[in-house]
């Protein structure tokens, strides 16, 4: 019975774990973050290149680089660190990941 619960316990935290607005299959957080943010240089999608912005279906960063970038900025791509939560950044990351190869 108490080993039942275990396992019990164990399914919810990995359903909640794996639930959170940061990962996961459908990214909405990312999606919201971008189309607020980002799109505007970047386009809806992710090969615009405003102002020389960086066409995101070509670019070779991983995602902690890309954390890096839109947190501390780069020549002309703003910082974000003051603007969005250390969440919404590592969402919206993920999210331009997802233009590769388009
Ligand atoms: C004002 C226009 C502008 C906005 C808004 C903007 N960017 Fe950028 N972004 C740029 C430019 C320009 C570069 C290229 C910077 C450079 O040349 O070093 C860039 C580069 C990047 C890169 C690096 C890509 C690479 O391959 O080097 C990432 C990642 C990125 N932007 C993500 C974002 C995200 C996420 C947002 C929204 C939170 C955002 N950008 C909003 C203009 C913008």
């Known amino acids: 019975m108490k080993i039942k619960m275990f396992f019990a ?4 935290g990995v359903v909640v774990a794996c ?3 940061a990962g996961g299959e459908s990214n909405e957080l990312g999606a919201n973050v971008f189309k ?3 799109q505007l240089c970047h386009g809806a999608d992710g090969k615009l290149g405003l102002n020389g912005a960086k066409d995101f ?3 070779p960063l991983s995602l902690d680089e890309r954390i890096q970038v839109i947190t501390k ?6 910082a974000y660190e003051n603007t969005l939560s250390p969440e919404e950044i590592k ?6 990941l997802t233009f590769k190869g388009k």
């Open 57 to 59: 279906t070509t670019s």
């Open 9 to 12: 316990a164990l399914i919810i």
């Open 19 to 21: 639930g959170g607005s």
């Open 73 to 78: 900025g780069r020549n002309t791509m703003l």
């Open 36 to 38: 607020t943010h980002c």
């Open 91 to 96: 969402a919206v990351a993920k999210y331009t």
